[in-house]
């Protein structure tokens, strides 16, 4: 049962020592190496400040991975999740500067990030255009669409219920990572023990196979959009809780980090292979290179081209795997 | 010849494409148990006919009798919902997806975690299948592995075990079944074939190797330019017989 992570990768036929190590997702050793790297190079990393600050930066790009974990799963890609908390976060916290319960507020917020995914969905399905571009489309479009509503302002003094979805504490652990946690173990559930992961990586891996047994395979994938839609519309709450205040740049670039990391997780670009561990695992890659950079004082535009050599890193090893399972695509 | 009733009937078959009759008025009969092979030249109207007959093409004219009840078969839910089931050639299976989990796909079985969360009920699915799996005698590795790591036969008994799940299946419709395998691969295919005809399942089979229709085939149904050009059984003619027809010679 526990297998969800090591099915990312081929399950080579090994023996002994060899055999359990390599069901460990390989990111776990990675993750080690950079903690006895940091060791060695700052004092300040291991303080427990400095952890919880790692997982309250993590909190937010987690809870989009998990929604984009699905959606890569099933062969597709979500490149407009960026822009889309920048939209359902304005929306959010315009709605509640203007008096509207925090309560409902936060429903509409929910409902908007559900009817983008749809409208990405239906795009997909009954336009026939390639998700790659249906979502850069999204991806530009609302981005627009939100400067344009927001007149470039920004809003802030955000009421105190919010304030603690992005800054509370419980126990010591930030609440934004009791959020994301939350949302881990519920796509962990969607993705390993339900029909819906199933069909997702099935229609990742076949979909023409998925149709012949009487699945709506466009449904599933507009379920997908959507799901994806629910998680940016959580994230955003936790984000304008912590920024306490949203901006028409809210969640700017934030989709390339969020793939980034759900592939460097060993969800596979191609679909049909996943797992909602190994996304969780690589996006802590990521926020912890983010930290360490910022601890070693390295400049801050290096980060983005970390990132993005690391992307390109993931999907050339993954690439690589697959050639030598001799899976030719 | 046999005093069984017929499974299926098709009588005066036709279909057309844009003025082109691809089938022009095909009778024959299917008796439960036995296993059937169409062969015929490229463009002789077989692979049209087995469409017909399961659904993926609609029939222009003619009449479909599905144990002496006519029967209107209008696309593959139709055909599978009296008993029809379609191996494709590239067998439809998802290749990401181990074995069990192949056979299921659609109607997985569900439990309850702790008595309320539903989660897929992995262990029914894995000792069902084995079950199904025996009953066609075959012995997978490993269910667990995805079925991009078994061989093409482990392959065709994931997807023969399939419509085996839902005890609906009467007949089974398989296109070049043995065209992209070694050997090996082959002789496991034709077993499988036996093994289902011993259970009074019906195969109808598309196919160019003589030598395997007449291993396994009990009748052989040989079309030409779109119609039958002799149905023949295959413990009373030789496979020079078979190609003459085919080629349009005199027997």
């Known amino acids: 049962m526990a297998s969800q992570a090591h099915e990312a990768h081929s399950p080579d036929r090994q023996t002994g020592a060899m055999a359990v190590l390599a069901k460990i997702n390989p990111l776990v050793f990675v993750l080690l190496a950079l903690y006895i790297l940091m060791l060695l190079m700052s004092d300040r990393f291991f303080s427990f400040f400095n952890q919880m600050n790692i997982l309250r930066q993590a909190s937010v790009f987690l809870i989009i991975a998990v929604g984009q974990t699905f959606v890569i799963g099933s062969r597709g890609i979500d490149l407009s999740v960026g822009s889309a908390v920048g939209a359902v976060g304005c929306f959010m916290a315009s709605l509640i500067a203007w008096g509207v319960p925090v309560p409902f507020a936060l429903l509409l917020g929910v409902l908007m990030g559900a009817g983008i995914g749809m409208i990405n969905g239906l795009v997909i399905t009954k336009l026939k255009v390639n998700p790659l571009i249906a979502t850069l489309g999204m991806m530009v479009s609302l981005r627009g669409a939100t400067h344009y509503l927001m007149s470039d302002q920004v809003v802030t003094r955000l009421p105190d219920a919010i304030q603690y979805l992005g800054q509370g504490v419980i126990f010591g652990v930030p609440m934004p990572a009791l959020i994301a946690a939350a949302a881990a173990l519920v796509g962990y559930w969607l993705f390993f023990h339900t029909r819906f992961g199933r069909y997702t990586l099935a229609i990742g891996s076949n979909e023409n196979a998925v149709g012949l047994v009487g699945i709506s395979v466009d449904r599933m994938k507009i379920q997908i959009y959507m799901f994806q839609g629910v998680c940016v519309a959580i994230a955003a709450m936790v984000l304008i809780g912590r920024l306490n205040g949203a901006s028409p740049d809210l969640g700017l670039n934030y989709e390339l980090h969020i793939i980034a990391g759900v592939v460097l997780g060993g969800t596979a670009l191609y679909g049909g292979v996943g797992s909602i561990l190994g996304t969780v695992l690589g996006i802590m890659t990521i926020g912890i290179v983010e930290n360490a950079m910022v601890l070693i004082r390295a400049d801050f535009h290096l980060q983005r081209v970390l990132i993005g050599a690391l992307l390109i890193l993931a999907v050339a090893y993954q690439n690589y795997r697959r050639r030598k399972q001799g899976i030719s695509e | 010849m046999t005093n069984q009733s017929a499974l299926l009937e098709v009588q005066n078959l036709k279909k057309s494409f844009g003025g082109v009759q691809a089938v022009k008025g095909v009778s024959f009969s299917l008796f439960p148990g036995e296993a059937v092979a169409v062969v015929g030249d490229n463009g002789a109207g077989k692979s049209t006919v087995v469409k017909m007959i399961s659904g993926a093409y609609k029939r222009d004219e003619g009449e479909i009798r599905w144990n002496g009840a006519a029967a209107d078969i209008a696309n593959p839910d139709d055909a599978r919902d009296l008993g029809i089931e379609t191996m494709y050639q590239d067998l439809a299976l998802i290749p990401d997806l181990d074995a069990p989990g192949n056979v299921f796909l659609g109607q997985e079985p569900m439990k309850r975690f702790l008595g309320v969360l539903p989660i897929l009920d992995r262990r029914k699915m894995q000792e069902d299948s084995r079950k199904l799996l025996e009953r066609v005698r075959i012995n997978l590795p490993s269910l667990d592995?995805?079925?991009?790591?078994?061989?093409g036969g482990q392959r065709q008994a994931a997807a023969i075990a399939r419509f085996l799940l839902s005890d609906r299946a009467r007949l089974i419709i398989m296109d070049e079944p043995t065209a992209a395998l070694g050997v090996q691969e082959q002789r496991k295919v034709l077993d499988l074939i036996q093994m289902l005809k011993a259970q009074e399942m019906t195969i109808?089979?598309?196919?160019?190797?003589?030598?395997?229709?007449?291993?396994?085939?009990?009748?052989?149904?040989?079309?030409?330019?779109?119609?039958?050009?002799?149905?023949?059984?295959?413990?009373?003619?030789?496979?020079?017989?078979?190609?003459?027809?085919?080629?349009?010679?005199?027997?």
Request: glycine share 8%; with cysteine; hydrophobic share 45%.
């Open chain 2, 145 to 151: 592995r995805s079925v991009r790591q078994l061989s």
């Open chain 2, 204 to 251: 109808l089979v598309v196919s160019h190797n003589l030598e395997h229709v007449f291993d396994v085939c009990d009748r052989i149904i040989v079309f030409r330019a779109g119609e039958v050009a002799g149905i023949v059984r295959t413990d009373e003619v030789d496979k020079q017989t078979v190609v003459s027809l085919i080629m349009g010679g005199n027997t």
